[in-house]
């Protein structure tokens, strides 16, 4: 099975990734994740440094495949998490799709591929070019992080497009979205009524998560030394059974981009009275 994490750049993606990967490890699952950023930094929580990309790998060895060796560039992270960072090209220049596909390619070469039950594209941000909704071309399943807000629903329509447009070509379905850090789901079910599609969790504005990020471990690493986090693995774990499950997913119906700003907006600039509020007003107009 392999799964891409797409989201609005800044909202947790890698994190939340990590956390599933390690998930659905101690589910008994053999896991792989690949960063696909620039930065490389998205096994950050999994292997506690930033580790040597593919891209400067192949560099080094002057694009011969043949040269490289599966230890050249999988790193073992926690709790058995095999680990990849493709690289980007230089800021400015070249493009990521293309790094993504060589990555690709080079691991196809060690026969990587096969060794594994998940493989987990983390993707970088919410600007779906073409290349870099290039990791839902191998992708069983999409996977979309985002919060209660504007910003991160409009990247998440644009990511459901993207899928819309992929599934014309093979079985890529959306599982569902994942609220991060959000004490509420208002406009995230506001959302939904507009475009259906599966909600898997919502994680609560949870401090714990944003340090696991900072000290480079995962939430279930933390929680061995701190069992008051087991909870907070428990969402990363429900999500992970929900994959596991080989859910039926959606094609979504993306939202056009006039008819969400004016859905969201209109959230905000018209708020719902509570149905107290509203009956008090009722009583006093009689």
């Known amino acids: 099975m392999t799964l891409a ?5 800044g909202i947790g993606k890698s994190t939340t990734s990590c956390n599933i990967s390690t998930a659905l490890a101690k589910r008994g699952k053999k ?5 696909c950023d620039p930065k490389h930094d998205s ?31 999988i790193y073992k992270g926690y709790a058995g998490v095999d680990c990849v960072e493709a ?11 293309y790094v993504v596909g060589e990555t690709v390619k080079l691991l196809k070469e060690l026969n990587a591929f096969d060794e594994y039950d998940v493989i987990l594209f983390d993707v970088l941000g919410d600007v779906v070019c073409g ?9 069983d399943y999409c996977l979309i992080v985002t919060d209660n807000g504007f910003d991160a629903l409009f990247a998440a329509n644009r990511i459901a497009a993207s899928v819309r447009e992929k599934a ?37 504005l949870i401090e714990d998560i944003r340090v696991s990020r900072v000290k480079g471990k995962t939430l279930f690493e933390m929680a061995e030394s701190d069992p008051s986090l087991e909870y907070v693995c428990d969402y990363y774990l429900n999500i992970a059974d929900q994959i596991l499950s080989q859910p039926e997913g959606v094609v979504p119906k993306d ?14 600039l018209n708020p719902a009275q509570p149905a107290n509020q509203a009956k008090e007003l009722d009583l006093m107009m009689v």
């Open 5 to 9: 994490v797409y989201g609005k750049g």
């Open 31 to 35: 896991v792989l994740q690949i960063g």
């Open 43 to 73: 096994t950050f929580t999994l292997t506690g440094f930033l580790i040597p990309t593919i891209i400067d790998t192949l560099q080094e060895k002057d694009f011969h495949y043949e040269d490289i060796w599966p230890e050249d560039v």
């Open 87 to 97: 690289g980007g090209p230089p800021a400015g220049a070249g493009c990521g799709g």
């Open 131 to 139: 290349g870099f909704a290039a990791p839902l071309n191998y992708a």
């Open 168 to 204: 014309r070509t093979h079985s890529l379905r959306l599982a569902g979205l994942i609220g991060n850090r959000t004490s509420k789901r208002d406009l995230i079910d506001k959302y939904i009524e507009a475009v259906p599609m599966p909600v898997l969790e919502i994680l609560p």
């Open 255 to 268: 939202a056009q981009d006039r008819d969400l700003f004016s859905l969201l907006s209109d959230f905000y």
